[in-house]
């Protein structure tokens, strides 16, 4: 239900992107989403919690917990995402600018030949490095920032701070779990963003553990 909720968004988006004959922010869009995925896993965070705690999974006190949010840091740190992934969209149009020009790519034929050769292939390497400085950043405000929050009464900063310690003290293994992240989101999005439906679940258990792991005391 959680992921069906980012199915209908990245269907929502590539049909704006289409409609709008602006085919080319598909690539900033795609390459932007795992700077808003971490917020989609707040549910399955809390859907984790009582399969750990051996509580039942009643769906509407799972929903009750993930809408009792809004009084709590997690909106603070959901505007974070939100403003870095603004942020992200307008240095892709400015990368696109730098490259491109005044050149439109006016439809999916043109524009893939245009991607794949010259400036095009440069601006996709160079957007992709950035992208993944985005990501990287928020990766680390928010492998164990999201999920403290739900578990504890603590504010964002000291949340984003005991993230971006835990990353800093593991960071092997930190960067080897972003990168499975990085990967198995773009694999999902292939199929239509349908892979979402599976991936979203699997990864949300997954950083769950990984937040109790690194901070078992909690």
Do not use: K
């Not at 505007?79 to 992934?85: K, N, P, Q, S």
């Not at 006016?106 to 245009?114: C, F, G, H, M, P």
């Not at 492998?143 to 739900?150: A, K, T």
């Not at 005991?162 to 999005?189: Q, Y």
């Amino acid at each position: 239900m959680f992921s069906a909720f980012y199915v209908l968004g990245g269907w929502v988006l590539a049909s704006v992107a289409l409609a709008s004959g602006q085919e080319w922010w598909l690539i900033p869009f795609i390459l932007g989403f795992p700077l808003i995925v971490p917020f989609a896993a707040v549910g399955l965070y809390e859907v984790s919690r009582r399969i750990e705690a051996g509580e039942p999974l009643d769906t509407a006190r799972i929903l009750r917990v993930v809408f009792d949010q809004r009084q709590r840091q997690i909106p603070s740190m959901a505007m974070v995402i939100l403003l870095l992934f603004m942020f992200w969209v307008f240095v892709a149009h400015t990368v696109f600018a730098l490259f491109m020009g005044v050149s439109a790519l006016t439809n999916i034929t043109s524009s893939l030949a245009v991607l794949l050769e010259g400036r095009g292939l440069a601006m996709l390497v160079l957007g992709t490095i950035i992208g993944g400085g985005f990501a990287a950043v928020l990766f680390c405000f928010t492998v164990v920032g999201l999920p403290l929050l739900l578990d504890r009464e603590v504010d964002f900063i000291t949340a984003i701070i005991t993230s971006c310690r835990a990353v800093a003290e593991n960071p092997g293994v930190m960067a080897i779990w972003a990168a499975l992240i990085a990967i198995w989101l773009f694999l999902a999005i292939l199929p239509g963003f349908l892979g979402l439906l599976v991936v979203m679940p699997v990864l949300g258990h997954a950083s769950w553990h990984v937040y109790r792991r690194v901070m078992p005391g909690c």
